[in-house]
């Protein structure tokens, strides 16, 4: 009985004594909170302001002229006329359009870049053949090449093909795998028992059925993992679908959104419907991170200790 | 499992393809693109593009770009292949893409050949004479500089609005303009820059605020200083193939130009690299700045500050001076329908298309025709700009120089006279990038 009331008594007698030795980290707390919170605060504040009036309240906590035109600018609502007014550019930003080509943009190259990666970080892992460690060792190196490197090259190669100005040639570099993926999983899968795989060699399955009925299922932790970061990675790619996809068809969010804000030189730019974009854009993947942020932690942690 | 897994693939490929297909046929093939970077300019040219597809039955697809993307986009769509028909085109990158064989003469294709190119100002339609004398872009605005003020810090000051339109400078001492902008520069404790105990490292509004270095050019930084001496970038213009910046006059002007930092009546240039110096000048941080008349919107639209619009002064040589610029629009040589983007490209630059730009008040249309019509949108609107207009006038503009090696030039020419306005280096260290600059035309 004892044992169990004297954590329970000093858990409620905490509260009431006060520690100096508590009050550095309680403000390293808080100071952290604040720091990484404000920005969003700022952008929150400066999407609900009117932009012609942002400029001469830069200081303003609250947001100025209070107003969700710069939300309706985004959305389409708001004809150039009214945009213009209210300090906007008088550019239009196609944003269902966009979101719908990031949506699809890093959705295929996720599916594909961990599916594929998966497949290979299997032979990687789990499959003896002939030059196996060579092969893996030069791929890893692969990972040390920046990759503006390959960009000029692979932009010619997608302009040989036909393919600028189409989904495929924007997820073409993204959607077989990256090096990062395979790396990631092949880790995963060494860890993996070998008893249940010669079992199902014994019953007479293949590497086909071994690597989807064992392989995939017990590893959906860290494929879900891997999925979000790519996801993220993904949707927040900026350069190579600026080169390759600059129509209106498959520009995606993050080149709509720079377009938006470059204007004409020394112009500057609408804020406002710059902050409610950047706000809206973000929102999926915040929503990805709230839902799947503890498997992930969980997740990494899980394979790091194996 | 495996089922499903194929499944899924086989949908991913699937919507690969269908987003291949959708990709590829954008609107009709025999649509024209054409691109644009001024969203202000946006509506009124989709008006025109409108009203061009209704006399011609020829469709326009417009793509506006800003500044910063849409010339590494347009060298892409050069090298790729898919660059459009028809896009708006800027003196300092033109003689690139002319030397590259990538522009379309306009010579050679009928709509744009007949065009008479007297209704234009004087001078744009020949900026765009390239020196084999073909011609690769028809006018469609220009623009000169003026300041922006802050009308509440000018009446503080003491000033009027006709004391403004009345400065002189001269590289020694500044003149009246630089009593101005002293008189304008107020510390943080209230003191202003022409009294005792101004303190030049704490100042809470400056007189005149600094878009920048300026580059080799200078157009809203300092050429409408150094042209009032009388000096010029180049030793002819279009086409010159000498550079002036070892110009004693050039230099001292520079050195002036520089000083105003050190005194405190210009932000130092680390403080304003990637700062929007409009939104600053609306924060009341600074009481003038000097910008084109592209520029008329975007000052003239915050709430809550007062703006008009004054000359530049008047320098040594008696007169006030302007950078002339002008867009036009250049047809891509690699189009499918050369006639089609000649039409489009005439039509742009005729007075019913200029006539829309005009009513639209954001620039001033190139065709002499529709300027009236432009200063009275503009007064519509509440906008004086006459400051903008007195220097074609009185023919006080000088034009853009016009010279191959654009790119390379702006590669020397920047980090050197970023240097000499963050004081690092005094302007006669801009002879040795001088020598540089003329060493590409050897």
């Known amino acids: 009985m004892p044992l169990t009331r004297a954590p329970h008594r000093s858990y409620a007698r905490t509260p009431q004594r006060f520690r100096w030795a508590n009050v550095l980290p309680w403000i390293l707390l808080i100071l952290a909170i604040a720091v990484s919170v404000l920005p969003f605060y700022w952008i929150l504040r400066t999407s609900l302001s009117m932009n012609a009036s942002l400029a001469t309240n830069a200081t303003s906590l609250l ?123 092949r880790q995963f899968f060494l860890s993996m028992s070998r008893e249940v795989e010669e079992a199902a060699m014994l019953d007479g399955a293949k590497h086909f059925r071994i690597f989807f009925q064992i392989i995939l299922p017990n590893a959906a932790a860290p494929l879900a993992t891997l999925a979000l970061l790519t996801f993220i990675q993904q949707w927040n790619e900026y350069f190579w679908p600026l080169l390759v996809g600059n129509s209106d068809d498959v520009r995606v969010l993050t080149v709509g959104l720079g377009v938006f804000k470059s204007q004409s030189p020394q112009g500057a730019p609408d804020w406002s419907g710059l902050m409610a974009a950047t706000l809206i854009s973000a929102l999926p993947v915040l929503t990805l991170f709230m839902i799947f942020g503890k498997k992930i932690v969980n997740s990494i942690g899980f394979s790091g200790v194996k | 499992m495996r089922a499903s897994a194929l499944g899924l693939l086989g949908a991913a490929t699937l919507t690969l393809t269908a ?75 033109y003689p690139e893409f002319v030397a590259n064989s990538q522009l379309l003469s306009l010579d050679d294709v009928e709509a744009t050949a007949s ?87 704490n100042v809470a509004v400056y007189g005149l605020g600094l878009p920048g270095a300026g580059e080799g050019h200078g157009q809203t930084e300092w050429s409408y200083f150094t042209a ?44 304003t690299v990637g700062a929007s110096m409009p939104d600053t000048f609306a924060a ?65 630059g005729s007075a019913d298309c200029q006539s829309v730009v005009a009513e639209a008040a954001v620039v001033f249309p190139a065709v002499s025709s529709a300027m009236d019509q432009a200063t009275a949108a503009f007064a519509d609107n509440g906008v004086d700009v006459s400051a903008f207009t007195t220097h074609v006038e009185d023919g006080t503009t000088f034009m853009f120089p016009i010279t191959d090696h654009a790119a390379q030039i702006d590669g020397i020419m920047a980090p050197a006279m970023d240097a000499v306005v963050s004081g690092k280096t005094p302007a006669s260290s801009l002879t040795e990038a001088n020598e540089k600059v003329n060493a590409l035309f050897e």
């Open chain 2, 115 to 201: 065009v008479d190119t007297s209704i234009y100002n004087e001078g744009l339609a020949e900026l765009w004479v390239a020196q084999d004398g073909k011609r690769y872009g028809l006018p469609k605005d220009w623009d000169t500089v003026a300041m922006f003020y802050n009308e509440q810090m000018i009446a503080d000051a003491g000033y009027s609005a006709e004391d403004l339109e009345n400065l002189t400078w001269n590289p020694d001492d500044g003149g009246t303009y630089e009593e101005l902008i002293a008189r304008l520069s107020v510390d943080q404790n209230g003191v202003r820059g022409d009294e005792d105990g101004f303190d030049p490292n």
């Open chain 1, 63 to 185: 947001p100025v002229d209070f107003n969700f035109g710069a939300f309706a600018r985004v959305f389409g609502l708001q004809s150039t006329q009214e945009a213009i007014a209210q300090g906007g550019s008088g550019a239009d930003i196609n944003f269902w359009v966009y979101l719908r080509n990031s949506v699809i943009f890093a959705s295929i190259s996720t599916a594909g870049a961990v599916f594929f990666s998966a497949m290979a970080a299997y032979a990687f892992a789990r499959l003896r053949w002939r030059g196996r460690n060579v092969v893996f060792s030069a791929f890893l190196a692969t990972m040390m090449v920046p990759p503006i490197f390959t960009a000029l090259p692979n932009f010619l190669l997608i302009r040989d093909l036909g393919l600028l100005n189409t989904m495929v040639g924007m997820v073409l570099p993204f959607v077989f795998m990256t090096p990062f993926a395979v790396f990631f999983l």
């Open chain 2, 19 to 93: 987003c291949g297909g959708g990709g590829g046929g954008n609107g009709s093939s025999d649509a024209l693109d054409y691109w644009l970077w001024d969203a202000n300019q946006l509506p009124a040219y989709e008006q025109c593009a409108a009203d061009f597809t209704e006399s011609t039955g020829i469709d326009v697809n417009i793509t506006q770009l800003g500044w910063d993307d849409y010339w590494s986009s347009l060298t892409n769509g050069f090298v790729a292949g898919t660059a459009p028909d028809v896009f708006t085109n800027h003196l300092s990158r």
């Open chain 2, 228 to 271: 009032t001496t009388g000096w010029t970038h180049t030793d002819e213009n279009p086409w010159g193939t000498h550079y002036n910046y070892d110009d004693p006059n050039f230099q001292q002007s520079m050195d002036w130009y520089a000083s105003l930092v050190d005194k405190g009546y210009m932000p130092p240039l680390e403080t």
């Open chain 2, 284 to 348: 009341g941080k600074s009481a003038i700045n000097v910008n084109g008349s592209w520029m008329i919107g975007q000052y003239t639209g915050y709430e809550g500050v007062d703006v008009s619009i004054a000359p530049t002064p008047v320098g040594p040589t008696g007169e006030r001076a302007s950078m002339f610029n002008g867009l036009a629009d250049s047809i891509y040589a690699g189009t499918d329908q050369p006639e089609e983007a000649a039409q489009l490209v005439a039509y742009l």
